[in-house]
């Protein structure tokens, strides 16, 4: 088991001050909606310019990479592309990955804190609660050097049922 400590967040991803914050990308990595869009708003151009010059080839589902956060208060952007459920992806390690994939790489940055969004819990359609388990129970059981991490939440609903998850496994 890791030592790190998940809390929830209820807010905007983009003002969290962390050392990494995790975008819910796609497989083309040049921006889209939900998260993504409002990570690429608010951190500026430099971040789709990373993306195009460190995944000419975009990124494959379940995997993670970084780029540059430009202009948010995070140094890091970790990128993972969680699977769509709305297209038939339904494939649950695909999403534990996901988690995994960020962890590894913020080991790699050598990121003591990251925020995440609740992956493919939107536009992907994946049913909330299953997406909360998911997230919940493979960050806690990722081993990692990161001492804070936070599932950010947009929904009120959303940060409750993420904090009864946590709180159930205490
Ligand atoms: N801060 C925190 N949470 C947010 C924010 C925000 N600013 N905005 C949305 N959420 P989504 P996905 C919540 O759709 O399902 C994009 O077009 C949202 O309510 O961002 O993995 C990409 O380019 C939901 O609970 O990610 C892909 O094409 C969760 O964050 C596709 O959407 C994730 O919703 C990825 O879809």
């Known amino acids: 088991m890791s030592s790190v400590s998940l809390t929830a ?14 975008n819910a990308a796609n497989n083309a990595m040049r921006g889209g909606g939900g998260v993504d869009g409002a990570i690429h708003r608010v951190g500026g151009p430099a971040i789709l310019q990373d993306c195009i010059a460190r995944f000419p080839d975009g990124l494959a589902t379940g995997d993670a990479g970084w780029t540059t956060a430009g202009d948010l208060p995070a140094k890091w952007v970790v990128h993972t592309v969680g699977p769509n459920w709305n297209a038939g ?14 962890l590894e790489v913020a080991d790699e940055l050598g990121a003591r804190s990251i925020a995440f969004p609740l992956i493919s819990a939107g536009v992907y359609g994946w049913p909330r609660d299953d997406a909360i388990a998911a997230a919940v129970d493979t960050i806690l059981s990722t081993p990692t050097r990161v001492a804070d991490a936070r599932i950010v939440a947009f929904d009120e609903t959303v940060h ?3 904090q009864e998850a946590l709180d159930a496994r205490r």
């Open 89 to 102: 992806q339904r494939d649950r390690s695909l999403l534990e990955s996901c988690y995994r994939r960020a």
């Open 9 to 22: 967040v209820l807010g905007d991803i983009t003002a969290q001050h962390v050392d990494a914050v995790v």
């Open 160 to 162: 409750r049922h993420v």
